[in-house]
Protein backbone atom coordinates (compact mmCIF):
# COMPACT_ATOMS: atom_id res chain seq x y z
CA UNK A 1 0.00 0.00 0.00
CA UNK A 2 3.12 2.27 0.29
CA UNK A 3 5.78 0.36 -1.41
CA UNK A 4 8.00 0.37 1.78
CA UNK A 5 10.00 -2.30 2.69
CA UNK A 6 10.24 -3.43 -0.81
CA UNK A 7 13.82 -2.79 -1.13
CA UNK A 8 16.45 -2.18 1.39
CA UNK A 9 16.69 1.34 1.99
CA UNK A 10 15.68 3.41 5.22
CA UNK A 11 12.02 2.75 4.94
CA UNK A 12 12.53 -0.99 6.29
CA UNK A 13 12.37 0.99 9.54
CA UNK A 14 9.69 2.54 9.37
CA UNK A 15 8.09 -0.62 8.26
CA UNK A 16 9.37 -2.59 10.78
CA UNK A 17 7.97 -0.23 13.86
CA UNK A 18 4.28 -0.20 11.80
CA UNK A 19 4.40 -4.07 12.02
CA UNK A 20 5.78 -4.55 15.28
CA UNK A 21 3.08 -2.17 16.27
CA UNK A 22 -0.36 -3.64 14.53
CA UNK A 23 1.73 -7.04 15.49
CA UNK A 24 1.43 -5.94 19.17
CA UNK A 25 -2.28 -4.54 18.90
CA UNK A 26 -3.43 -8.33 17.57
CA UNK A 27 -1.47 -10.10 20.17
CA UNK A 28 -3.44 -7.69 22.93
CA UNK A 29 -6.74 -9.07 21.03
CA UNK A 30 -5.56 -12.91 20.80
CA UNK A 31 -4.73 -12.80 24.01
CA UNK A 32 -7.83 -12.08 25.78
CA UNK A 33 -9.37 -14.13 27.60
CA UNK A 34 -12.98 -12.75 27.37
CA UNK A 35 -13.13 -12.91 23.99
CA UNK A 36 -14.43 -16.35 22.12
CA UNK A 37 -12.60 -17.74 19.35
CA UNK A 38 -15.32 -16.38 17.46
CA UNK A 39 -15.19 -12.77 18.45
CA UNK A 40 -11.04 -12.97 17.77
CA UNK A 41 -11.68 -14.28 14.46
CA UNK A 42 -13.95 -11.39 13.67
CA UNK A 43 -12.30 -8.70 15.61
CA UNK A 44 -8.36 -9.59 14.65
CA UNK A 45 -8.92 -9.15 10.89
CA UNK A 46 -10.86 -6.16 11.20
CA UNK A 47 -8.09 -4.48 13.45
CA UNK A 48 -5.63 -5.56 11.36
CA UNK A 49 -7.02 -4.16 8.23
CA UNK A 50 -7.80 -0.73 9.71
CA UNK A 51 -4.42 -0.16 11.24
CA UNK A 52 -2.68 -1.35 8.25
CA UNK A 53 -5.13 0.82 6.19
CA UNK A 54 -5.15 4.06 8.50
CA UNK A 55 -1.48 3.76 8.24
CA UNK A 56 -0.92 3.88 4.78
CA UNK A 57 -3.75 6.27 4.40
CA UNK A 58 -1.31 8.81 6.35
CA UNK A 59 1.40 7.87 4.79
CA UNK A 60 0.17 8.29 1.25
CA UNK A 61 -1.68 11.37 2.50
CA UNK A 62 1.89 12.93 3.67
CA UNK A 63 3.59 11.72 0.06
CA UNK A 64 1.24 13.73 -1.64
CA UNK A 65 2.31 16.98 0.58
CA UNK A 66 6.08 16.32 0.05
CA UNK A 67 5.64 16.17 -3.65
CA UNK A 68 7.60 18.75 -4.50
CA UNK A 69 9.95 18.68 -2.43
CA UNK A 70 13.97 17.74 -3.67
CA UNK A 71 15.03 14.04 -3.20
CA UNK A 72 11.75 12.58 -2.29
CA UNK A 73 11.82 9.95 -4.52
CA UNK A 74 15.60 9.16 -3.41
CA UNK A 75 15.32 7.01 -0.33
CA UNK A 76 18.30 6.59 2.03
CA UNK A 77 20.32 3.78 1.44
CA UNK A 78 20.68 1.49 4.79
CA UNK A 79 24.52 2.14 6.86
CA UNK A 80 25.69 -0.20 9.07
CA UNK A 81 24.97 1.48 11.62
CA UNK A 82 21.19 1.38 11.07
CA UNK A 83 21.42 -2.25 10.58
CA UNK A 84 23.28 -3.27 13.65
CA UNK A 85 20.43 -0.93 15.83
CA UNK A 86 18.05 -2.76 14.19
CA UNK A 87 19.10 -6.16 15.12
CA UNK A 88 19.69 -4.87 18.26
CA UNK A 89 16.06 -3.63 18.52
CA UNK A 90 14.55 -6.77 17.17
CA UNK A 91 17.15 -9.02 19.66
CA UNK A 92 15.70 -6.74 22.42
CA UNK A 93 12.01 -6.85 21.58
CA UNK A 94 12.09 -10.60 21.30
CA UNK A 95 13.93 -11.14 24.55
CA UNK A 96 10.61 -9.08 26.30
CA UNK A 97 8.35 -10.90 23.97
CA UNK A 98 9.51 -14.06 24.72
CA UNK A 99 9.84 -13.61 28.36
CA UNK A 100 13.45 -14.38 28.21
CA UNK A 101 14.39 -11.64 30.46
CA UNK A 102 12.22 -13.55 33.40
CA UNK A 103 14.79 -15.29 34.50
CA UNK A 104 17.22 -12.73 34.55
CA UNK A 105 16.09 -10.57 37.38
CA UNK A 106 19.56 -9.53 38.13
CA UNK A 107 19.61 -7.91 34.66
CA UNK A 108 16.45 -6.03 35.13
CA UNK A 109 17.96 -4.65 38.55
CA UNK A 110 21.03 -3.59 36.95
CA UNK A 111 19.35 -1.64 34.02
CA UNK A 112 16.68 0.19 36.14
CA UNK A 113 19.67 0.99 38.13
CA UNK A 114 21.86 2.73 35.20
CA UNK A 115 19.14 3.79 33.97
CA UNK A 116 18.86 6.29 36.76
CA UNK A 117 20.74 9.94 36.77
CA UNK A 118 23.69 10.53 38.44
CA UNK A 119 23.30 11.97 41.89
CA UNK A 120 24.63 14.88 41.73
CA UNK A 121 22.68 15.88 38.64
CA UNK A 122 19.66 19.01 38.46
CA UNK A 123 16.94 16.05 37.92
CA UNK A 124 18.27 14.86 41.59
CA UNK A 125 17.90 18.35 43.74
CA UNK A 126 14.61 18.98 45.16
CA UNK A 127 14.17 22.90 45.55
CA UNK A 128 11.39 23.24 48.11
CA UNK A 129 8.97 26.24 47.87
CA UNK A 130 8.47 28.65 50.96
Known amino acids: MTNKGLKLDGGIFLTLI ?23 AIIGPIVFFISIGLYALMYNSATK ?53 FKKTVLRYKKTLK
Open 18 to 40: VAITVGQAMDNILTRQELSVVKK
Open 65 to 117: FMVDMPMIDHPEPLSVLQIVFGVIFLIGFFIMKLGIYEGFPWLYVKLVNDSQP
